[in-house]
């Protein structure tokens, strides 16, 4: 007999260790743990609930397992040593400075503080540098966040320069490459999504707004740890400087590009970041991008679109995605046919979004020259016209005379001015001589004046243009109209779920019959629809005759008594079994049964005596009870495929009839919120509609 | 830490001295010493750290220091004529202006042997440099010493205490009109102490310096100042904790070890000093020169500043990266416990800042929500609609939220789950269309009214036009199939039900057998239904018995007559005009009737517990009017039995058991368990190799019999007890009566070549009988082509599905 087994030593119990076992085991006080932790991507594993119980040796349940392996690899890090030194020379600093000693902890803070580089924890993490663009979406929203908060004695302000420099980069990369492929317009702040070497990467960028929460002092304000946002922040920077780097390197750019400090702090943005080529060649580019005045070609596009007609935006509409002439030539080949799935039961095969393109992102804007009036912000807008194409970007350069502006608002060769303010009619100039008055009435006129042939577009107008692909329609964008709705362009719409860009009718044929009936309940409570009422019942009074019809057809010929009693009760079993389902009635209900069927016959009989068409006697005698027949007949249908997967339910095994019972959960759920979508939209457009009439 | 007790050493030698009288001053005045000797101590802390760090220096400087030892040797004897307390030595080997930290410190560092009054403020007698007086003429030409003026500082030799005392022991009255108080040793006034003015006083009062008692000091008119050790004294003076008078605070010490006559003649140790007291250590030496060779080879680099160039670098290359990891990349292999953190769902359309309007929420979701647990939330913020970009508000959960995401990233244990994207009918087990399951009974056709009670059993004949029935009114009747109408009636009882009625299969006779309490009537029906022919039939098929039993009288074995079991008789020619054919009468009351295919022979069964078990199964044969009691002993209370259709195996049913006996060889074939309480009925496959059983707990249960002696599968769809079950004679149909008020219809589909498992499809619940007096559905029968059923409930009807 070999030795008895100790409990605990091998198999699951090993292969995970709680968090205090992996602090102790590493030497380490729990806030390093969590910096290294951080660092180096490890987090906590979720064993099977068996095992947990015997992982951890106490009583009371620990909540956060870590994989041993994990924590060995830990072990290995020199950061680990780092962070001990680090310990012990802060333990020395703090004596010194109990002591009064200011140059003594000043000096080894200054000379002996280990400076921890992150460089192999990014290649070891990352080991490929589409591993890093996966894993890019976190990185920039974070970084983005920090180069937007002003500076706090938890957030150095030489972190939040460094997070608006790595920003700035890896924007002008993007303006530079044409990968920036969706943008949306979200109460939380703008989603950008760029595609580098086919990984989408998501990130949001929050509005220029004091960031609230999260302070000290706000509410809430202890809810934030900043320390674990810096130790993030760290990392982020360490990845996204490497990123840079390789992207900059790759296209032909020196890294680090040359950064203007002074012009940075006027708010130049983008234009605070001096990109240089790595030989002449790519400097020409660079060049050839910048300046464009040389640009006679699409200056001239730029002029003819102007010369047209300002009443026709739709025409300019479609000419102006294929007016480059280049363009004109190579986007037939390029550009993929749309395919239209006739039978809406077949497979959809998926087609890659006419964004995904690099060749409709470099030119989509490209003929344009755009002036950002005052309020617009000007920052997003000037990197997503840059993004897709435009080269020249004017700006109102009153309030800081930062670089970069392309032109001033009565400039001759701006297309498109973006507009964010209300509509507002000119106010007649004033009676009296008063020269100051006349100033300011010069100024309002200056604000509110319309040069002709400019286009005046409102900011959702770039977003859209850029989603879709194609430019928008201006008109609909224009000062003060009523914005179309502004909607994502990563959501792809399952079956059976609400698309609010298909219209109600077309969305889902016998979901729509059965809405319309609600309709007509809803209808019934407060004012009534005539048309749709109109409709319904004409469609039901078809279906009867219809019926009626069949009816016929099959009862020539056969023996009446039989075959039309048979025929009833076949006709009557759906209304009889209904009540019969909900149980509880009395035993009479029977004989009602057998009472309608026979009025039923009497009634043909009637009818065939005076000669008339029976059917329409029929149809008038039901015509009272129809809607509630049709319902019934509904709703049949519905039991009894209800009752036919109860059936098959009943063959599964208890498992799988558990995981088809959430399933069946989770899809009615999807559809119940798909529902009340419609309801919703349904009521605004009788609303829009009665508001009309 | 053998190096630094090695510089330790060596210290001794590298000290600096500016001057080794004053040296030797220091070292001989134990005053100083005493003086220093509490700040120095503090002051050690922080030269034997910087020891530390002068290490190198220190090692450095020691190749030259070995050269210089001869000038030392001077040095060391005064080391030796020092005390051997180490402290003292160390101490003296700092240079003073380490000793002292205050502004003496900075006077002693620059002191310069031409200032010979400086040094007198040191307090150091030295009468022959330190004159302290000059000589002056008097008036009378003799020489006056004029002393200089003593500054009284703590470091004066002078520790006795000063007399303040002037004038001597005379009363200070005396000096009550003069300006001053006594002389002082210049012969100069000494001025009185300013008397203070009222306010002075009050002032003084008012804050109150420390030890100020308010009297004034008898000898000297000044202010009575006392200390707190003073004011402690006389505390204890005035509470008598006073010493006695013997008391003496400082008692002389006792020598015991050392002093006259104490003295030891032997030092502790005998042994000779060793030599490696004297010699440096060889190993600590070895040691040294092997960091000497490596900071020659430059392996050990000194410690030096970084410069500001450095710190630039460093900072540029923490700042910015300047080189690319990436340019060599290899792939790792994908791991299990790799799962990389998911990446946030891109946002829907009611994140937009405009979405359509439809995704707004009206009043009452917006108060839902607001009311609603912040965790419970399925959206962390409500959609909202802004016309304008420049109306956009700051996202005021913004930093929360990134903050939630980071402690997602590293502290949300993370699982790897395959999620089911599939359409869940997928999920559901593949079934035969339910066009193949066609026809069904799904609907009641019709309606048998009449009975008065219930309806105890139902029966259709062979030619599937005619049903008949029997219930508790003693009554049986004969109904049109199709419509329902009663054709044909008879009472055969007034006080007893009518158990079974059950045609006797077989289309050359028209029989039909009813039990009503312990008699089994053969009734040829009359009426609508009667055909001369068939009737002419049907009495040759009941009469052939008479003839034969006459004949052939059942005898024993050993020869005597049997008592028979049962009687067969002619009954009164009232009944018999009435249809009455034969009558049997058994001994108890029989429950189950069940013909034999052929039709000749049938078996009763008396569930009864009054009866024997002998006798409570028993096989009739209709041609011989004979009656078997194949079973001497049941196992059991008998419940059911059923001939198989194709061999001579008999089913028996038990409460509990079912047993299969071969009759031709007479012994049990096989015994079922089903796992039923109570069976209540049994029907087998037309096929001869499935058997239904129906059981009063409310289980169906089907037996395959090529598998096993457990069911192949159990049903319980049924809330209430099952009362019979049937199969269809032709159509792969089954439908089981229960007293829940409903027949179930299934789809139970036998291959003959036994390789397939049977399917069994539920396909419809026929509700329509009412439940009275728990009691539901007692019998459900098929109709022998169509699919068609008829079944007596509890509630006196009869219903046809069809």
């Known amino acids: ?693 | 830490m053998v190096s630094q007790r090695a510089g330790q050493k060596r210290k001794v030698v590298e000290v600096p001295r500016p001057d080794p009288e004053e040296e030797e001053d220091v070292l001989e005045n134990g005053d100083i010493d005493d003086a220093f000797e509490e700040e120095g101590e503090s002051e050690d802390d922080i030269s034997e750290e910087d020891d530390d760090e002068d290490d190198f220096d220190g090692i450095a400087s020691q190749d030259e220091g070995e050269e210089l030892d001869s000038d030392e040797i001077p040095s060391s004897d005064e080391e030796a004529a020092k005390p051997v307390n180490g402290k003292s030595g160390k101490r003296a080997t700092t240079p003073p202006h380490q000793l002292m930290g205050s502004e003496t410190a900075v006077e002693v560092a620059t002191l310069s042997p031409e200032t010979p009054v400086r040094r007198l403020e040191y307090g150091l007698e030295k009468p022959e440099i330190n004159v302290s007086y000059r000589i002056a003429e008097d008036a009378n030409g003799n020489p006056r010493y004029i002393y200089n003026e003593i500054e009284p500082n703590y470091d004066s030799d002078d520790s006795a205490p000063e007399t303040t005392n002037t004038i001597g022991n005379i009363p200070l009255s005396y000096y009550d009109e003069f300006p001053h108080i006594g002389y002082d040793i210049n012969g100069r006034r000494i001025a009185r102490p300013a008397k203070g003015e009222a306010l002075d006083s009050l002032l003084d009062s008012i804050d109150i310096p420390e030890g100020w008692t308010g009297l004034t000091d008898p000898s000297t008119g000044k202010p009575l100042q006392l200390s707190s050790e003073e004011l402690e004294v006389l505390k204890k003076l005035t509470r008598n904790e006073a010493p006695g008078d013997g008391y003496d605070p400082y008692p002389d010490m006792v020598e015991y070890f050392t002093g006259k006559g104490m003295e030891m003649t032997m030092p502790l140790s005998a042994a000779p000093e060793p030599k490696r007291r004297f010699v440096p250590s060889m190993h600590e030496h070895k040691r040294v020169m092997k960091m000497v060779k490596a900071i020659k080879e430059g392996r050990i680099k000194p410690f030096r500043e970084r410069t500001e160039e450095d710190r630039e670098r460093e900072e540029q290359q923490q700042e910015y990266a300047s080189y690319d990891i990436w340019s060599n990349e290899v792939p790792r292999p994908d791991h299990v416990m790799n799962i990389p953190a998911p990446k946030l769902p891109p946002p829907g359309y009611e994140e937009s800042y405009h979405p359509p309007p439809e995704y707004l929420p009206d009043k009452r979701e917006r108060e839902e929500w607001e009311k609603q647990d912040e965790e419970d939330r399925d959206t962390a913020f409500l959609p909202e609609d802004h016309s304008a970009l420049r109306k956009v508000p700051g996202y005021a959960k913004f930093v929360m939220e990134k903050f939630e995401r980071c402690l997602d990233l590293y502290l949300a244990p993370r699982v790897r789950r395959s999620k089911l994207n599939i359409d869940p009918e997928s999920l559901l087990p593949k079934l035969p269309d339910p066009n193949e399951l066609r026809p069904f009974p799904s609907f009641c056709a019709a309606i048998y009214r009449g009975h008065e009670g219930r309806v105890r059993s139902v029966a259709i004949d062979p030619e599937g036009r005619y049903a008949a029935s029997g219930g508790d009114d003693g009554t049986v009747r004969v109904w049109e199939l199709l419509t329902g109408r009663q054709l044909w009636r008879i009472r055969l009882a007034s006080d007893e039900a009518v158990n079974v009625v059950s045609w006797r299969p077989g289309h050359d006779a028209c029989i039909l057998a009813a039990c009503c309490g312990e008699t089994v009537y053969f009734i040829l029906p009359q009426g609508e239904l009667s055909n001369p022919e068939l009737e002419s039939q049907s009495r040759e098929v009941l009469d052939a018995g008479f003839g034969h039993a006459a004949s052939n009288p059942s005898k024993t074995a050993d020869g005597k007559d049997k008592t028979p079991s049962a009687a067969w008789s002619r009954p009164p020619t009232s009944q018999q005009d009435r249809g009455i054919l034969l009558t049997l009468t058994l001994r108890s009351t029989a429950k189950t009737l069940v013909w034999h295919r052929r039709g000749d022979y049938f078996s009763t069964v008396c569930p009864g517990t009054s009866t024997h078990t002998s006798t409570a199964i028993a096989i009739h044969t209709l041609s011989k009017h004979q009656t078997q009691h194949p079973f001497k002993k049941l196992k059991g209370l008998a419940q059911s039995v059923s001939f198989h259709p194709t061999k001579p195996h008999f089913f028996v049913a038990t409460r509990q058991r079912i047993r299969i006996y071969d009759l031709q060889q007479q012994k049990l074939e096989k015994e079922l368990q089903p796992g039923a309480r109570w069976i209540s009925s049994l029907s087998l496959h037309p096929l001869g190799s499935n058997l239904l059983v129906s059981s009063y707990d409310k289980r169906l249960l089907w037996h395959d019999l090529d598998l096993g002696s457990t069911p192949y599968k159990t049903l319980r769809y049924h809330s209430k007890a099952i009362r019979a079950v049937k199969f269809h004679p032709t159509l792969p149909l089954f439908a089981d009566s229960s007293d829940d008020g409903t027949v179930q219809v299934f789809h139970g589909k036998v291959v003959g070549d036994g390789l397939e498992n049977a399917t069994v499809v539920p396909l419809k619940v026929l509700k329509g009988h009412k439940v009275r007096g728990e009691l539901g559905v007692l019998d459900v029968e098929w109709h022998p082509r169509e699919a068609w059923c008829v079944s007596a409930g509890a509630d006196g009807t009869i219903r046809l599905w069809m």
Not at chain 1, 358 to 380: C, D, K, N
Not at chain 1, 650 to 679: P, Q, T, V, Y
Request: aromatic share 8%; hydrophobic share 35%; with cysteine.
């Open chain 1, 1 to 693: 007999m070999g030795r008895i087994k100790k409990k605990g030593t091998s198999g699951a119990t090993n292969n995970y260790l709680t968090r205090s076992q992996a602090v102790r085991k590493l030497q380490l006080p729990l806030g390093d743990f969590r910096r290294l932790c951080i660092f180096k991507g490890v987090y906590p594993r979720d064993p099977s609930s068996r095992s947990k119980k015997r992982i951890s040796k106490s009583a009371t349940p620990s909540t956060t397992f870590y994989y041993a392996k994990d924590i060995q690899y830990l072990l290995h890090e020199p950061l680990l040593a780092q962070l001990r030194e680090k310990k012990a020379l802060e333990k020395k600093i703090a004596k010194a400075l109990g002591r009064g000693d200011l140059t003594d902890a000043s000096r080894w803070e200054r000379e002996h503080m280990p400076r921890m580089r992150l460089d192999h924890i990014v290649k070891e993490r990352y080991p490929t540098f589409v591993d890093a663009l996966r894993d890019l979406d976190d990185a920039l929203s974070m970084l983005y966040l920090f180069a937007s908060i002003p500076s706090t004695p938890d957030v150095p302000p030489s972190l939040i320069a460094r997070c608006h420099r790595l920003t700035l980069e890896w924007e002008h990369y993007l303006i530079r490459s044409n990968t920036l492929r969706k943008s949306f317009l979200s109460i939380k702040g703008i989603y950008y999504q760029a595609t580098i070497q086919g990984q989408d990467i998501l990130w949001l960028v929050p509005y220029k707004f004091v960031m609230g929460a999260g302070r000290t002092g706000d509410a809430g304000g202890d809810l934030v740890d900043w320390r674990i946002m810096r130790t993030f922040v760290e990392f982020y920077t360490t990845l996204l400087g490497f990123v840079n780097f390789r992207l900059f390197t790759a296209a032909g750019v020196v890294y680090p590009p040359k950064f203007d400090v002074e012009a940075g702090e006027k708010g130049a943005e983008l234009g605070a970041v001096k990109l240089e080529g790595r030989d002449a060649s790519e400097q020409e580019r660079i060049e050839s991008r910048e300046d464009v005045e040389g640009n006679e070609r699409a200056q001239a596009e730029a002029d003819r679109l102007l010369s047209l007609p300002a009443d026709e935006p739709s025409d300019e509409q479609s000419d102006a995605p294929n007016g480059d002439l280049t363009t004109t030539e190579d986007a037939p080949t390029q550009t993929l046919d749309e395919f239209q799935s006739v039978d809406p039961q077949a497979d959809t095969l998926l087609q890659p979004s006419p964004t995904a393109d690099a060749s409709v992102a470099s030119h989509l804007f490209e003929p344009f020259t755009f002036f950002l009036s005052r309020e617009t912000p000007r920052h997003p807008i000037e990197f997503l016209l840059k993004a897709f194409g435009c080269k020249r970007v004017g700006w109102d350069t009153t309030l800081g005379s930062d670089p970069g502006s392309y032109c001033s608002e009565d400039d001759a060769r701006i297309t498109h001015q973006i507009v964010d303010r209300p509509d507002l009619p000119l106010p007649s100039p004033p009676a009296t001589d008063d020269d100051e008055e006349a100033g300011a009435w010069e100024a309002r006129k200056k604000l509110l004046e319309r040069v002709p042939g400019r286009i005046y577009v409102q900011p959702q107008w770039v977003w859209d243009c850029v989603n879709a692909g194609v430019l928008q329609r201006p008109d609909l964008y224009a000062p003060g109209a009523t914005l179309p709705p502004h909607l994502s362009p990563w959501v792809k719409v399952k079956r059976g779920e609400y698309d609010p860009t298909v219209p109600l009718a077309e969305q889902n044929g016998a979901e729509v019959i059965e809405d319309d009936d609600e309709e007509i309940e809803e209808g019934s409570e407060g004012e009534e629809v005539d048309g749709v009422r109109g409709d319904e019942e004409a469609r039901e009074l078809e279906e009867e005759l219809v019926d009626d019809e069949e009816e016929e057809a099959d009862d020539g010929g056969m023996d009446i008594e039989l075959a039309g009693s048979d025929d009833d009760e076949e006709n009557e079993a759906p209304t009889k079994q209904a009540p019969d389902d909900w149980a509880g009635f009395s035993g009479d209900e029977e004989d009602a049964d057998v009472d309608d069927s026979a009025r039923q016959t009497q009634l043909e009989l009637e009818a065939e005596a005076l000669g008339r068409n029976a059917d329409e006697i029929a149809a008038a005698s039901k015509s009272s009870t129809s809607t509630e027949a049709k319902r019934a007949a509904r709703s049949r249908a519905e039991r009894e495929k209800q009752e036919e997967v109860e059936r098959r339910k009943g063959m599964m095994s208890r498992k799988k009839r558990k995981i088809f019972e959430k399933m069946e959960f989770s899809n009615a759920r999807r559809d119940e919120k798909a529902e009340g979508l419609r309801a919703k939209k349904r009521r605004i457009e009788k609303a829009a509609s009665s508001g009309a009439k």
